[in-house]
Structures are given as C-alpha cells and as structure tokens.
T-cell receptor
Framework: ETGVTQTPRHLVMGMTNKKSLKCEQH?????MYWYKQSAKKPLELMFV???????ENNSVPSRFSPECPNSSHLFLHLHTLQPEDSALYLC???????????????FGPGTRLTVL | RKEVEQDPGPFNVPEGATVAFNCTYS??????FFWYRQDCRKEPKLLMS???SGNEDGRFTAQLNRASQYISLLIRDSKLSDSATYLC??????????????FGTGTRLTVIP
C-alpha cells in the first residue's frame, strides 16, 4: 500500500545534527498527524494539522518542529535531539470532519529514529 | 489515569482457538472506537471500527458497552497470520476539525501451530 509514505525509513543522528522527516499522503485527506511510538508505550500524538493549520500540539519539546506546506505533505524538523527521542515516528492522515464524520486514520510505515 | 487501558498480554493460543481481548476507556465523551492491528516493526492498520450494536467481520467480532466504557474483540478460529499486536483506539470526543485518537498500549497475540 502506498497511501501514506514516509522517508527516510531509518535515521541515525547525533545530538547536534539537524534532520527532517517527510510524510506524503495520496488519499485526498486534509488532516495529518505525527505520532511517536516508544517501546512498551502507547502511540503519543505529537502534532495535528487540519486543512494545513496546526490544531494540536501536545506539549512537544521545541526541538521538534512540524511543517505542513499543503494538505498532502507533512514534515517534522529535528534539531538537538536527545537519546530518549529515539523511537518510531509515524505519520497518519484522515479526512477532516468538515468532509463528513470519518475518524479512520491511515498510517505511513514510520521512520525509525536513533539518536546517538 | 490512562485514556485507554488494555491487558498487554502476551496471549499465546493454538491455531483454531478463540481468543478475546478487552479494553476500557476513560473519556465518556468518546464517540468513535476502533481496533487496529500492528505487526512487528510495521505501522498500525485499521482492523475494524466498533459500533454500539456490535459488528462482525468474518472471524472477528467487536462489541462496545458505552455504560461500562468497555470494548472487546473476539477472534474465532485463530490463524497463524493473526499473530500481531491489537490496539484499542478511541477518539477524544471533541469536534475540532481533525480526529484526535487515543491508543492503548496494545495486546500481543501469538498463534502457535
């Protein structure tokens, strides 16, 4: 399935590096999400964009910076990360509620991030 | 308090067995409920939505009890390919543009030959 794609699939970075994660959805959705999944923890919602506007930021540290240039693309810019930020970062998309009541989110394959 | 609670398992069952997973949620305003499946090192994928009247999809049956804030998933005639982690998911009950979901930690199922 290629509805939601993410690049890179794996990333190793040092604490002083700057990198970006990219997500693209081909489903015609207008809401996009970033989640963090750490071992033995539930998915943690980081950011939500609806109609290209950020509507949710769950107290995420400023070293994570999202960008949503259009409804099909979402980025997560990373800088000065910590080793505890190592996790699987998942992007998801869904229809916005203005399109009708559908809450199903479709996930990309994720970027497995390791911070050294 | 966790928004969604699940028994993490693991559940190890023989092929052909029936297995049931349970989940409770804390937000009485939640309106949408789902079971997602996540294979090892893969992304979560929607297994089925859960409706108040209960719903069935082949070997999978989902039930919702709003009064008890309880959701269940029943898998009949387990297959080896059912081995995965099953995530209980509920929405936050708000009506903002996007659909905020809360995920449980998941229940790990292994079906044994």
């Amino acid at each position: 399935e290629t509805g939601v794609t993410q690049t890179p699939r794996h990333l190793v970075m040092g604490m002083t590096n700057k990198k970006s994660l990219k997500c693209e959805q081909h489903l015609g959705h207008n809401a996009m999400y970033w989640y963090k999944q750490s071992a033995k923890k539930p998915l943690e919602l980081m950011f939500v964009y609806s109609l290209e506007e950020r509507v949710e930021n769950n107290s995420v540290p400023s070293r994570f910076s999202p960008e949503c240039p259009n409804s099909s693309h979402l980025f997560l810019h990373l800088h000065t990360l910590q080793p505890e930020d190592s996790a699987l970062y998942l992007c998801a998309s869904s229809k916005d509620r203005t399109s009708g009541r559908t809450d199903t989110q479709y996930f990309g394959p994720g970027t497995r991030l390791t911070v050294l | 308090r966790k928004e969604v609670e699940q028994d993490p398992g693991p559940f190890n069952v023989p092929e052909g067995a029936t297995v049931a997973f349970n989940c409770t949620y804390s937000n009485s305003a939640s309106q949408s409920f789902f079971w997602y499946r996540q294979d090892c090192r893969k992304e979560p994928k929607l297994l089925m939505s859960v409706y108040s009247s209960g719903n069935e999809d082949g070997r999978f049956t989902a039930q919702l009890n709003r009064a008890s804030q309880y959701i269940s998933l029943l898998i009949r005639d387990s297959k080896l390919s059912d081995s995965a982690t099953y995530l209980c998911v509920v929405n936050d009950g708000t009506w903002t543009g996007a659909n905020n979901l809360f995920f449980g930690t998941g229940t790990r199922l292994t079906v044994i030959p």
